[in-house]
């Protein structure tokens, strides 16, 4: 197994950069970018020569697809001359599978214990030990019960725990490499682009960074941030806020674009990606889960930004 991973972002720019290339010779200008972007980080090189190998895998069925299925063709015009560069001259059968590749959830699955779907806001799972799981949408779990360990990865996506008393620090959540151990306590677990939310809404927990492995008490009205396995400050967490996903509702105060809208995507089943500074931007608002396509919009209108539907699976901001 490999020491390093690319992240989600990485991924999404190499899958676009794969496009762009197959797509036809690039400008000098280009080909000093894609390389400047290569040698900036090695996860970079990881990521694109990953989607490279599997793309190449793909060409010649993705040709063969293209003789029946127009939709490429449709595509292609509907993007020239702007967006033509992510258009690979092959079939929707390739960027379908780009899309699978930068997305690995099929090969999270297969490591979960459960798994909820993107069509529900809650899902409430009783655990061996009495416990409860609220689960988000698109998220999965592994568990592993023995004796006095009572030990769950959150695999990815959100879910908020009510304890069952037991042994003091016996009921563990790991997810990212951090781990948060229960004293007694009801709190909320969100990992979202690498990073680690912790939400307490009773009792206290300790959190340890996989990069920083002293631990952190947070009690309750208080949250935590692990980046990059390293604890940011104590912040105030007000319950209402912190769990308002359960009623359908995203509610943000001065998060990143680029957060919003992979918390957007559980609940789409397409990809949603936000294109170069504007992932960087902070923005504040209510986005109603019940209608992604409207919260999708109303995000690009706080950013000034556009809405690309380039496929039903892949909308872009831009």
Known sequence: MRDIEPTEEQKDIAALWVAKRTAGPLTSADAAALEAWLAADRRHRLAYDDLRVLYL????????????NPLGRQLARRLRPRWSWLIAPLVPAAALLIMWIVNPAILQDWQADIVTGRDAYVSTISLPDGSLARLGADTALALNFNGN??????????????????????FTVTANGDTIRDI????????????????????????????????????????????????????????????????????VQGARVSDVAAALQRHHMGRIVVRGALADQDVSGTFPLTDIEGSVQTLAAAINANVLHATPLLTVLY
């Open 57 to 68: 895998q793909l060409e010649e069925p993705a040709r063969r697809a293209a003789e029946v």
């Open 149 to 170: 360990a009572r030990h769950i990865k959150l695999i990815r996506g959100e879910a908020y725990f009510e304890v069952e008393h037991g042994p003091a620090g016996s």
């Open 184 to 251: 007694g306590t009801k709190f909320n677990v969100d990992v979202l682009n690498h990073k680690t939310t912790v939400a307490v809404t009773e009792g206290m927990v300790e959190v340890s960074g996989s990069a920083l492995p002293d631990a952190v008490r947070i009690g309750q009205g208080h949250l935590i941030v692990v980046s990059a396995g390293r604890p940011g400050p104590l912040q105030t967490a007000e319950a209402e806020l912190a769990l308002a996903w359960m009623s359908g509702r995203l509610v």
